[in-house]
Protein backbone atom coordinates (compact mmCIF):
# COMPACT_ATOMS: atom_id res chain seq x y z
CA UNK A 1 0.00 0.00 0.00
CA UNK A 2 2.61 2.74 0.76
CA UNK A 3 4.67 1.59 -2.09
CA UNK A 4 1.83 2.72 -4.48
CA UNK A 5 0.90 5.87 -2.44
CA UNK A 6 5.16 6.44 -2.96
CA UNK A 7 4.98 5.36 -6.53
CA UNK A 8 1.65 7.33 -7.56
CA UNK A 9 3.20 10.43 -5.27
CA UNK A 10 6.75 9.89 -7.44
CA UNK A 11 4.64 9.70 -11.06
CA UNK A 12 2.96 12.89 -9.44
CA UNK A 13 6.02 15.13 -8.92
CA UNK A 14 7.63 13.56 -11.94
CA UNK A 15 4.40 14.92 -14.02
CA UNK A 16 4.46 17.91 -12.59
CA UNK A 17 8.16 18.68 -12.95
CA UNK A 18 7.35 17.81 -17.19
CA UNK A 19 4.38 20.33 -17.02
CA UNK A 20 6.31 22.92 -15.47
CA UNK A 21 9.37 22.58 -17.73
CA UNK A 22 7.11 22.79 -20.80
CA UNK A 23 5.18 25.88 -19.47
CA UNK A 24 8.61 27.74 -18.92
CA UNK A 25 9.70 27.04 -22.28
CA UNK A 26 6.52 28.33 -23.84
CA UNK A 27 6.81 31.16 -21.69
CA UNK A 28 10.45 31.96 -23.12
CA UNK A 29 9.96 31.21 -26.66
CA UNK A 30 7.32 33.72 -26.01
CA UNK A 31 9.18 36.33 -25.01
CA UNK A 32 11.77 35.85 -27.29
CA UNK A 33 9.31 35.81 -30.14
CA UNK A 34 7.74 39.30 -28.38
CA UNK A 35 11.42 40.96 -28.29
CA UNK A 36 12.30 40.12 -31.37
CA UNK A 37 8.77 41.84 -33.12
CA UNK A 38 9.21 44.82 -31.15
CA UNK A 39 13.17 45.40 -31.46
CA UNK A 40 13.30 47.63 -34.40
CA UNK A 41 10.93 49.83 -32.10
CA UNK A 42 12.47 49.87 -28.70
CA UNK A 43 16.47 49.16 -29.62
CA UNK A 44 17.98 52.52 -29.33
CA UNK A 45 20.03 53.79 -31.96
CA UNK A 46 18.40 50.83 -34.42
CA UNK A 47 18.81 51.51 -38.28
CA UNK A 48 16.07 51.53 -40.25
CA UNK A 49 15.09 48.93 -42.50
CA UNK A 50 18.11 49.25 -45.74
CA UNK A 51 15.18 49.37 -47.92
CA UNK A 52 13.36 52.41 -45.93
CA UNK A 53 17.04 53.87 -45.48
CA UNK A 54 17.21 54.10 -49.46
CA UNK A 55 13.82 54.79 -50.54
CA UNK A 56 13.99 58.12 -47.74
CA UNK A 57 17.60 59.47 -48.59
CA UNK A 58 16.31 59.48 -52.10
CA UNK A 59 13.32 61.39 -51.31
CA UNK A 60 15.45 63.61 -49.32
CA UNK A 61 18.08 64.26 -52.12
CA UNK A 62 15.16 64.88 -54.69
CA UNK A 63 13.13 66.96 -53.31
CA UNK A 64 15.51 70.20 -53.36
CA UNK A 65 16.17 69.87 -56.75
CA UNK A 66 12.73 69.39 -58.01
CA UNK A 67 11.89 72.23 -55.79
CA UNK A 68 14.41 75.25 -57.06
CA UNK A 69 14.61 73.74 -60.75
CA UNK A 70 14.02 76.37 -62.78
CA UNK A 71 11.41 75.04 -65.66
CA UNK A 72 13.42 76.38 -68.66
CA UNK A 73 11.36 78.62 -71.55
CA UNK A 74 11.48 76.54 -74.45
CA UNK A 75 11.88 78.42 -77.85
CA UNK A 76 9.14 78.39 -80.30
CA UNK A 77 10.72 77.58 -83.95
CA UNK A 78 10.37 80.60 -84.98
CA UNK A 79 12.36 82.22 -82.60
CA UNK A 80 14.96 79.27 -82.60
CA UNK A 81 15.92 80.51 -86.19
CA UNK A 82 15.64 84.03 -85.41
CA UNK A 83 18.30 82.98 -82.79
CA UNK A 84 20.45 81.36 -85.17
CA UNK A 85 20.40 84.43 -87.61
CA UNK A 86 21.47 86.66 -84.70
CA UNK A 87 24.40 84.57 -83.79
CA UNK A 88 25.59 84.77 -87.13
CA UNK A 89 24.88 88.26 -87.56
CA UNK A 90 26.52 89.45 -84.26
CA UNK A 91 28.83 87.07 -83.89
CA UNK A 92 27.77 85.47 -80.49
CA UNK A 93 27.85 82.07 -79.52
CA UNK A 94 24.47 80.48 -79.73
CA UNK A 95 24.38 79.37 -75.85
CA UNK A 96 24.96 82.91 -75.15
CA UNK A 97 21.81 84.15 -76.61
CA UNK A 98 19.58 81.66 -75.16
CA UNK A 99 18.64 83.11 -72.03
CA UNK A 100 18.56 86.71 -74.19
CA UNK A 101 15.79 84.78 -76.18
CA UNK A 102 14.07 83.42 -73.55
CA UNK A 103 13.45 86.36 -71.22
CA UNK A 104 11.84 88.17 -74.77
CA UNK A 105 9.92 84.95 -75.84
CA UNK A 106 8.52 84.89 -72.10
CA UNK A 107 8.01 88.98 -71.53
CA UNK A 108 6.99 89.56 -74.76
CA UNK A 109 3.95 86.74 -74.37
CA UNK A 110 3.58 88.46 -70.88
CA UNK A 111 3.32 91.87 -72.10
CA UNK A 112 1.93 91.19 -75.22
CA UNK A 113 4.89 92.72 -76.88
CA UNK A 114 5.96 90.97 -80.41
CA UNK A 115 9.22 89.23 -79.03
CA UNK A 116 11.37 90.05 -82.17
CA UNK A 117 10.74 93.89 -81.76
CA UNK A 118 12.77 93.02 -78.47
CA UNK A 119 15.52 91.42 -80.25
CA UNK A 120 15.82 94.69 -83.16
CA UNK A 121 15.45 96.66 -80.00
CA UNK A 122 18.82 94.47 -78.37
CA UNK A 123 20.36 94.32 -81.28
CA UNK A 124 20.55 98.28 -82.05
CA UNK A 125 21.18 99.22 -78.05
CA UNK A 126 23.76 96.77 -76.92
CA UNK A 127 24.50 94.15 -79.95
CA UNK A 128 23.82 91.38 -77.00
CA UNK A 129 26.33 92.61 -74.69
CA UNK A 130 24.50 92.40 -71.36
CA UNK A 131 27.21 94.26 -69.64
CA UNK A 132 27.40 97.31 -72.24
CA UNK A 133 26.79 100.96 -70.53
CA UNK A 134 27.05 104.44 -72.74
CA UNK A 135 28.12 107.03 -71.54
CA UNK A 136 25.03 108.98 -69.90
CA UNK A 137 24.91 105.71 -68.07
CA UNK A 138 22.61 103.41 -69.82
CA UNK A 139 23.18 99.70 -68.92
CA UNK A 140 22.36 95.98 -70.16
CA UNK A 141 20.89 94.48 -73.21
CA UNK A 142 18.22 97.23 -73.64
CA UNK A 143 20.50 100.43 -72.51
CA UNK A 144 18.19 101.21 -69.80
CA UNK A 145 19.60 104.35 -67.92
CA UNK A 146 18.81 103.01 -63.62
CA UNK A 147 18.28 106.37 -62.24
CA UNK A 148 15.11 107.00 -64.42
CA UNK A 149 13.81 103.21 -63.72
CA UNK A 150 14.45 102.37 -60.55
CA UNK A 151 10.84 101.93 -60.18
CA UNK A 152 10.28 99.07 -62.64
CA UNK A 153 12.52 97.05 -60.89
CA UNK A 154 10.83 93.91 -59.77
CA UNK A 155 11.89 93.31 -55.94
CA UNK A 156 14.25 90.54 -54.95
CA UNK A 157 16.18 91.17 -58.15
CA UNK A 158 19.84 91.52 -56.39
CA UNK A 159 22.77 94.32 -56.47
CA UNK A 160 23.25 94.68 -60.25
CA UNK A 161 19.35 94.31 -61.65
CA UNK A 162 20.32 95.71 -64.56
CA UNK A 163 22.80 93.52 -65.70
CA UNK A 164 20.52 90.84 -65.54
CA UNK A 165 18.98 90.06 -68.90
CA UNK A 166 15.99 89.17 -68.18
CA UNK A 167 15.49 91.88 -65.54
CA UNK A 168 17.05 94.10 -67.94
CA UNK A 169 14.45 93.06 -70.89
CA UNK A 170 11.84 93.12 -68.53
CA UNK A 171 12.54 97.26 -67.71
CA UNK A 172 13.09 98.07 -71.24
CA UNK A 173 9.60 96.31 -72.62
CA UNK A 174 8.02 98.88 -69.45
CA UNK A 175 9.84 101.57 -70.18
CA UNK A 176 9.49 101.46 -74.03
CA UNK A 177 5.55 100.35 -73.51
CA UNK A 178 4.98 103.96 -71.41
CA UNK A 179 6.76 105.32 -74.23
CA UNK A 180 4.34 104.53 -76.73
CA UNK A 181 0.96 105.48 -74.37
CA UNK A 182 3.08 109.05 -74.22
CA UNK A 183 3.99 109.40 -77.56
CA UNK A 184 0.73 107.69 -79.05
CA UNK A 185 2.41 105.60 -81.63
CA UNK A 186 5.37 102.61 -82.11
CA UNK A 187 7.51 105.11 -84.27
CA UNK A 188 7.23 107.93 -81.75
CA UNK A 189 7.51 105.61 -78.67
CA UNK A 190 10.78 104.05 -80.41
CA UNK A 191 12.07 107.71 -80.86
CA UNK A 192 11.18 108.46 -77.24
CA UNK A 193 13.08 105.51 -76.09
CA UNK A 194 16.50 106.41 -78.29
CA UNK A 195 16.29 109.75 -76.85
CA UNK A 196 15.57 111.73 -79.70
CA UNK A 197 11.54 112.18 -79.25
CA UNK A 198 11.41 115.34 -81.67
CA UNK A 199 13.59 114.31 -84.38
CA UNK A 200 12.10 111.24 -86.03
CA UNK A 201 14.72 112.48 -88.25
CA UNK A 202 17.60 110.72 -86.48
CA UNK A 203 16.31 107.29 -87.73
CA UNK A 204 16.52 105.29 -84.43
CA UNK A 205 13.18 103.89 -84.95
CA UNK A 206 13.71 103.36 -88.42
CA UNK A 207 16.96 101.57 -87.68
CA UNK A 208 14.80 99.40 -84.89
CA UNK A 209 12.22 98.21 -87.58
CA UNK A 210 14.20 97.30 -90.24
CA UNK A 211 16.57 95.16 -87.94
CA UNK A 212 12.92 93.44 -87.21
CA UNK A 213 12.54 93.40 -90.53
CA UNK A 214 15.66 91.43 -91.18
CA UNK A 215 14.93 89.30 -88.68
CA UNK A 216 11.53 88.62 -89.80
CA UNK A 217 13.26 87.91 -93.20
CA UNK A 218 15.47 85.53 -91.98
CA UNK A 219 12.81 83.43 -89.74
CA UNK A 220 10.77 83.14 -92.97
CA UNK A 221 13.35 81.54 -94.92
CA UNK A 222 14.22 79.14 -92.47
CA UNK A 223 17.20 77.56 -91.25
CA UNK A 224 21.00 78.57 -93.20
CA UNK A 225 19.56 82.03 -93.29
CA UNK A 226 22.57 84.10 -94.10
CA UNK A 227 23.03 87.24 -92.22
Not at 134 to 155: C, E, F, N, R, T
Not at 165 to 186: C, D, F, K, M, Y
Not at 204 to 221: G, H, P, S, T
Amino acid sequence: MSATISLRSTTARSTDATLSFVQHSMIIVGLMLLLSTLKPFVSPGADPHPAVLAESTTALEATPTEAVKAVPEVLSPGLQRALDFVSRRYRVAPEALVPVFEAAQSIGRERRVDPLLIIAIIGIESRFNPFAESQVGAKGLMQVIPGYHLDKVPQGSGDQPFLDPATNIQVGVLVLEEAIRWRGSLVAGLQHYGGAPDDPDSGYANKVLAEKQRIEQAVRRGPGAHA
